[in-house]
């Protein structure tokens, strides 16, 4: 069981027998008041979605869904083809099924497929991937812009917020949990 | 003092990488979770101006005769809250405010007082939340809420002035402007004009909190700052009910553009009163399934000595997100709890 206190993007739940991604999480606590927890819940089967604020003491089940770690080969138009590195089977994952993890994934990169009933509707990602810079307004050493941060582009389309020094080609770990910038790294 | 934020800044030393985090597969610590701000990047120009704030904010209270104050952060008794739960520290707690401390100083003479300092509330995380936040705190001898309202419109005016501001904040696509008069509301008239229901029913449904953050606050503050004020009685435990209309405590909170920035009340001074609030909020905690802390008798046998007066409690961190034009309050502090 989740508590509220658990509550973030990304997490999957089940509701009524069905699973659920939270797309969209958010905390506020009025002055004095109770801590309240509100989230966006999308059904990873019919896409359905819906809004609830949730309190302190409410839980959420986990969502039982089966995991298969397979490879990311490619994507035709709408469809990402992954393929079991053992039985060398293949299957198809919509766009839409993968959500936000369209930003992270790169060749022959190996997540966790999640299955329902023996269907595919969504990936886990390992927590980081490192990505390249493809577009970035260069760095100008002494720029008092007084900015801490610009945003920049990788190699699968994401935009990022990094810290200025930042330029092309360089080479970003990213959490795939949250999508923000961990640190740069070395080729 | 001119409080501007310096032309040229030297260059911030880039981060070195963490080699702990290189790597696939290693894990960041479970709790508690990453917030949207990158946990290595340190905001040096927010960590700039969020300086030169402060220190205008402390030249405000001295010049007004304000006597700054640093009371203990580790306390045996906090002021029970049903919905603020304190952060222990072996057999004692860390504050989740100096309040107590600071009215004892009130009690003791001091009739003008502030401070600068942390708090420290378990699980309040989010765009607008630290578990360790900074707040500033101040209290008047004679004063009330109403003189509380207007040292706030004098403060934030002061402030915008020190920070060239123009007599405007901006901040998420709103322009406040600071100068004309200020908007004020009751609780009762914003539920009547903002929510699905009254403020009465909200209150016997339990569901006041949740209509007042998705329907009202969202209106709050927008043209200029908005003061909330006279909240339901049951909802300040800590201020005295308006001699006026008993089922109204002469409390109110300070918006600016939807952010809850202040939270301010006339004192209550009678010690059997605070005591009977008090036993109130122990049973909402235990309702909620936690085990009360110790009842606060020393600050309660001080409030017999306490002259009339009024306090408030500012976020500081809000108050330089607003200078800032920070969306996140993690664009505002040195750390957040995630990255150390």
């Known amino acids: ?187 | 003092m001119r409080g501007k934020v310096p032309d040229v800044m030297p260059l911030a030393k880039s981060p070195t990488p963490n080699p702990s985090r290189q790597g696939r597969g290693v894990k960041v610590k479970a709790d508690p979770k990453p917030g949207p701000c990158a946990t290595t990047m340190i905001p040096i120009h927010g960590l700039r101006l969020r300086a030169v704030l402060i220190q205008a904010l402390r030249n405000f209270f001295i010049d007004r005769g304000y006597l700054e104050v640093e009371t203990p952060l580790r306390i045996p008794a906090p002021a029970p809250e049903a919905h603020i739960v304190p952060l222990s520290s072996e057999s004692w707690y860390l504050q989740t405010s100096p309040e107590l401390c600071m009215k004892r100083l009130l009690a003791a003479g001091i009739p003008k007082l502030f401070q600068i300092c942390k708090c420290f509330r378990k699980g309040e995380r989010g765009d607008r939340h630290l578990p360790e936040f900074t707040m500033l705190e101040w209290y008047g001898a004679g004063s009330d809420y109403l003189g509380l309202m207007a040292d706030c419109e004098a403060l934030l005016r002061y402030l915008a002035a020190a920070m060239d501001k123009g007599g405007v904040l901006a901040w998420q696509g709103r322009k406040i402007a600071l100068d004309p008069e200020w908007e004020r509301i009751t609780v009762a008239e914003a539920f009547r004009r903002y929510a699905p229901c009254s403020m009465e029913e909200a209150l016997v449904r339990d569901r006041f909190d949740e209509l007042l953050v998705e329907y009202v606050e969202p209106h709050l503050g927008l043209i200029t700052p908005t003061f909330l004020y006279d909240y339901p009685a049951e909802l300040g435990a800590l201020a005295r009910l308006s001699p006026v209309d008993p089922t109204v405590a002469e409390r109110f909170e300070l918006y600016v553009a939807g952010l809850e920035l202040a939270n301010g009340f006339s004192e209550l001074v009678d010690s059997a009163e605070q005591r009977v609030r008090f036993l109130a909020e122990q049973e909402g905690i235990r309702l909620q399934g936690r085990e009360p802390g110790p009842m606060p008798e020393v600050f309660l046998a001080g409030l017999e000595t306490m002259p009339s007066a009024a306090g408030i409690a500012l976020g500081v961190d809000r108050l330089v997100m607003l200078f800032a034009g920070a969306d996140h309050i993690d664009q505002v502090v040195a750390f957040m709890p995630e990255g150390l």
């Open chain 1, 1 to 187: 069981m989740y508590s509220a206190s658990d509550f973030r993007k990304g997490l999957k739940v089940q509701i009524d027998g069905e699973p659920y991604i939270m797309t969209d999480f958010s905390f506020s606590k009025p002055g004095k008041g109770q801590a309240l927890y509100r989230a966006r819940l999308r059904n990873m089967i019919t896409g359905n979605a819906f809004e609830k604020t949730f309190r302190s003491n409410d839980k959420l089940e986990k969502a039982a869904l089966e995991e298969r770690t397979m490879q990311y080969l490619y994507c035709q138009g709408e469809e990402y083809i992954f393929m079991d590195n053992v039985s060398f089977e293949q299957l198809e994952i919509s766009k839409a099924q993968l959500g936000d993890a369209v930003n992270f994934l790169t060749d022959n990169m190996d997540v966790e497929v999640l299955q329902y009933n023996g269907r595919p509707i969504g990936v886990t990602l390992p927590n980081f991937v490192n990505l390249k810079v493809t577009q970035s307004d260069p760095w100008v050493k002494g720029d008092t812009s007084g900015s801490d941060s610009k945003p920049v582009t990788l190699e699968t389309g994401y935009v990022v917020q990094v810290p200025p020094f930042i330029e092309e080609g360089d080479k970003l770990q990213i959490d795939t949990r949250t999508g923000v910038y961990v640190t740069r790294v070395k080729e």
